[in-house]
């Protein structure tokens, strides 16, 4: 079995965007990236501050906008127009979830497109199923598709399996392992928590996209021997044996579909440090298509 690494994928995909940004530094460009995040959720602003955090790093110019829940639907786009027009940022993102008042269809579509580097605005949505390679894609299911890469697993002709049919992780992935060329090609079923006979569909599987949003929910009856299995879930599970009081834990029981994998990602230290690492390559992107030539 072997042990897919995202931390160390992750940091040679930040270093080669550091090495850009710093070439671009010396032209005077400066990709720019803002962050809003509306509302107190403690775990949305710890990922608000790591994004800030890691931009800074890297030389990216990074603005944080940390609203108040009361912010009204109004002043969020008012606030997102103001960036739209900013030419120091190429990239706009909106932390989700945002409090229920808001409404989330809206501030996707106030996103320029050109600066949407989530990957989530409809013109993004349609140029991914096009195959346009202009196209901004969704940062998780790209960072899987890196993860597979850099492992050496091969998707062309191979029979996917991804469990989860979300805009975020489970759609876009399955386009994209469809997508002519390297990378793509594979044979994709997607399958959700409705799909019947599950374990009959994902045991035929070369390799299983596990993006449902339960902890533990694929077990070993799942999963074939030899498979690889990419674990995009992150839940949080009470236990007070840890200092926190819970652990992380993903969408697979991992101890006891890991001895049956060829290759599988770990919860956490797989797929969540690619998610940051392909922001702000998106945002190195848009920053490029800015540039004349």
């Given at each position: ?202 045991r035929r599987a070369d390799i299983v996209i596990a993006a449902i949003g339960r902890p ?78």
């Amino acid at each position: 079995m072997n042990l897919i690494d995202g931390k160390k994928v992750a940091a040679s995909v930040l270093e080669e965007v550091r090495k850009e940004v710093l070439e671009l530094s010396t032209r005077n460009i400066r990709p720019g990236l803002a962050v809003i995040l509306v509302g107190d959720d403690p775990a949305s602003r710890a990922y608000v501050r790591k994004k800030k955090q890691t931009s800074e790093q890297l030389g990216i110019f990074s603005q944080s906008f940390e609203l108040p829940a009361s912010t009204t639907q109004e002043e969020l786009l008012a606030r997102i127009a103001s960036l739209n027009a900013d030419e120091r940022i190429h990239g706009i993102l909106v932390q989700s979830p945002p409090p229920s008042h808001i409404r989330e269809e809206e501030v996707v579509l106030a996103i320029d497109p050109r600066k949407d580097v989530d990957g989530f605005h409809p013109v993004n949505v349609a140029k991914l199923a096009m195959e346009d390679p202009t196209a901004f894609v969704p940062c998780t299911p790209l960072g899987c598709c890196r993860l597979l890469a850099e492992a050496g697993i091969e998707t062309a002709g191979a029979n996917v399996v991804v469990v989860g049919r979300s805009s975020i992780v489970g759609k876009p992935m399955a386009l994209l392992l469809m997508r002519k060329g390297k990378g793509g090609d594979a044979t994709v079923t997607l399958a959700h928590s409705r799909t019947r006979n599950l374990p009959e569909i994902t045991r035929r599987a070369d390799i299983v996209i596990a993006a449902i949003g339960r902890p533990n929910f694929l077990k070993k009856e799942h999963i074939s021997q030899g498979a690889v299995v990419i674990d995009v879930g992150i839940n949080r599970i009470e236990d007070p044996s840890c200092p926190k009081g819970y652990r992380l834990v993903g969408d697979v029981a991992f101890e006891e579909v890991a001895p049956l994998c060829k290759a599988i990602t770990p919860v956490p230290g797989g797929v969540g440090p690619m998610t940051i690492a392909m922001l702000m390559q998106n945002t190195l992107t848009a920053c490029k298509r800015t540039l004349p030539g």
